[in-house]
């Protein structure tokens, strides 16, 4: 059984300097770059024209960051919620997209695919991050809407896969910006 559709934003937190240089962070915990702040900063303004009423984000300090730069902005305070982390990456944590490419050509496919089967090498597997999404927005939409959630590339793709729409590769998701996204949360 299923609820009623509630219209939801989610976005990309802002740049590091990590993700300038193309590095798969996973949980690893940088901070904003100073493209990262400005994109906040654009990420809030748009925030302000959707009249956003509730902001939710991943625990990690870039997603923190820029969820405090729009919360500042329309004088919403940020509620954080753990089942948005970025998913666990495990042995690709660090490494560049194009040393992943080139030595696991199969298995990073398989990734930028969204492939329902994909598992991070001792790390996270897809399903799981979906089912940990899909617990996340069930929440988040039964609160105040319209809500933005902010939290990672990986986050939106499980998204979009738990609400039955396609997945881009990550490297096409852009940093603070608003993807409004239609959710029908499960009922118990």
């Keep these: 059984m299923q609820g009623t559709p509630v219209a939801l934003f989610i976005a990309r937190h802002g740049e590091t300097v990590d993700n300038a240089n193309h590095l798969i962070l996973g949980r690893r915990d940088p901070p904003l770059s100073e493209r990262g702040r400005e994109q906040s900063a654009q990420l809030a303004s748009r925030a302000a024209d959707l009249a956003v009423v509730a902001i939710w ?4 300090l870039r997603a923190r960051q820029t969820a405090t730069v729009v ?3 329309i004088g919403v305070a940020p509620t954080i919620l753990d089942d948005l982390i970025e998913s666990a990456r495990g ?3 660090g490494q ?6 080139g030595t696991e ?3 990073f496919a398989a990734f930028e695919t969204g492939d329902k089967d994909f598992a991070f090498p001792d790390g996270e597997s897809l399903l799981d991050q979906v089912k940990r999404t899909r617990k996340a ?3 988040v939409t039964s609160g105040a809407a319209p809500a933005l959630v902010v939290a990672h590339a990986g986050t939106i793709r499980a998204a979009l896969i ?3 729409r396609a997945v881009p590769p990550e490297r096409e998701l ?10 029908v949360a499960a009922q118990r």
């Design 96 to 101: 560049s997209v194009a040393h992943l490419e």
């Design 105 to 107: 050509p199969a298995l």
């Design 91 to 93: 042995s690709w944590e």
């Design 174 to 183: 852009p940093h603070g910006e608003a993807l409004a996204l239609t959710w």
């Design 137 to 139: 927005l069930d929440l």
């Design 162 to 164: 738990a609400a039955g």
């Design 71 to 73: 919360a500042d902005a």
């Design 57 to 60: 984000c991943s625990p990690l």
